[in-house]
Each structure stands twice: as structure tokens, then as C-alpha cells.
């Protein structure tokens, strides 16, 4: 019996086994055009473009940046990269992760490894950057929630956790065409990429 394809074709031309990754198969070109093609929130956002996971990803970089400051350029880099996986497994939300099972996890895990490879970064990143990638997102999650998806502020501050509102302090997310996030996210990873070469 023939075995079922577990691998795609990616724009750049390469082609990405989902099973067994590898870094040279990874390119920021299509991970930045298939993140801002994905909708967060399953598209449940207000405004006239879908809030894309690479619009989310910049926004958990700067709060990353915010609560850590004096961080080194390479772990800007892993929070600018948290949900890169999703390029070509689309962004679940919570619930639905739970129902689909570890399968999910270690799917995500095997090809958050190869990327982060690919781009001078542990397989896996300490714990405590880590850890302090996750609060920013959480931190990300409330401020997406209140602005754009429609939640009442003491529904965010129960689900997400208040955050410092230092941290939020003047951001304001503006829904954008994906060609402009695209942009946007190339253009910060090369700053980024630039940065730990120097570094």
C-alpha cells in the first residue's frame, strides 16, 4: 500500500518532510508568506484583514524585547520564531490542541528543532527563555483579545492573566495586508539575523 504524502512543496521550491524536517529544507521566505497568511483566532478578529500569526509573532518579539531588556539578539530571534511552525501546520487555537492530542506537540517540537537550527539557535531553547517567551505571548494573547477579538476586559484579565500594562504601553494592533506584514517580518528577522552575526 502506498504510503500517504507527509511533505510539502513550499514556494521556494523546497520540499519540507513534516515527519523527519531538516534545516536545510527550512527558508524564512516561506515561513514569512505562509505566517502571514494564517489567521489567529480562526479569523474571529475585527477589521477588514485576518490578524496574522506573523503579525502576532512581531508583536510577541517587541513584548519579549520590553519584559527582557539588554536580551541578546538570538533570543529575539527564538520569540520572534515561537510559532514559525505554524507556516505549514496552521495556527490551532487552545481547545482544538487539546483535542487533537500530543500528536500536535510533537509535530510542532520537530519542526520548531529544525528551524531553529537553521537559524543559529538551540533545538531547544533554555528554559527560562522559554519561559519568558511564553508570558510575552500571553501577555500578546490579552492585548489581541481586548483590541481586535472582542473580549470584555475582565474576561481577557480571567483567561489570559492582567498583564503589566507598562508592557502594552502605547501598542496598538492595526490590521494589515499580508504583503505588508510579509515585508514587515522579512525585514525584522534579517535586523535580528544581522544583529547576532555581529554579535
Not at 2 to 24: C, E, F, I, N, Y
Not at 141 to 164: D, K, M, T
Request: charged share 20%; proline share 8%.
Amino acid at each position: 500500500m502506498k504510503q500517504p504524502r507527509a511533505w510539502q512543496r513550499m514556494l521556494s521550491g523546497r520540499r519540507l518532510d513534516l515527519l523527519d524536517p531538516t534545516p536545510v529544507d527550512i527558508e524564512i521566505a516561506d515561513i514569512a508568506h505562509g505566517l502571514a497568511f494564517v489567521a489567529r483566532w480562526n479569523g474571529q478578529t475585527h477589521g477588514d484583514w485576518p490578524y496574522s500569526v506573523a503579525e502576532h509573532s512581531l508583536l510577541v518579539e517587541t513584548l519579549f524585547a520590553r519584559a527582557n531588556p539588554g536580551q541578546p539578539a538570538r533570543w529575539r530571534m527564538a520569540a520572534l520564531l515561537h510559532d514559525a511552525p505554524e507556516y505549514v501546520i496552521g495556527d490551532m487555537i487552545s481547545p482544538v490542541k487539546t483535542a487533537v492530542g500530543p500528536g500536535y506537540g510533537d509535530l510542532d517540537a520537530r519542526l520548531t528543532a529544525a528551524i531553529h537550527i537553521r537559524f543559529g539557535l538551540p533545538a531547544a531553547l533554555p528554559v527560562a527563555i522559554k519561559k519568558a517567551i511564553k508570558a510575552a505571548d500571553r501577555v500578546s494573547a490579552w492585548l489581541e483579545a481586548v483590541q481586535i477579538a472582542g473580549f470584555s476586559l475582565p474576561e481577557a484579565n480571567r483567561l489570559f492573566g492582567r498583564p503589566n500594562l507598562a508592557l502594552t504601553q502605547g501598542l496598538e494592533i492595526r490590521l494589515q495586508p499580508p504583503a505588508q506584514v510579509r515585508a514587515d517580518y522579512l525585514a525584522r528577522h534579517a535586523a535580528l539575523l544581522a544583529a547576532m552575526d555581529a554579535g
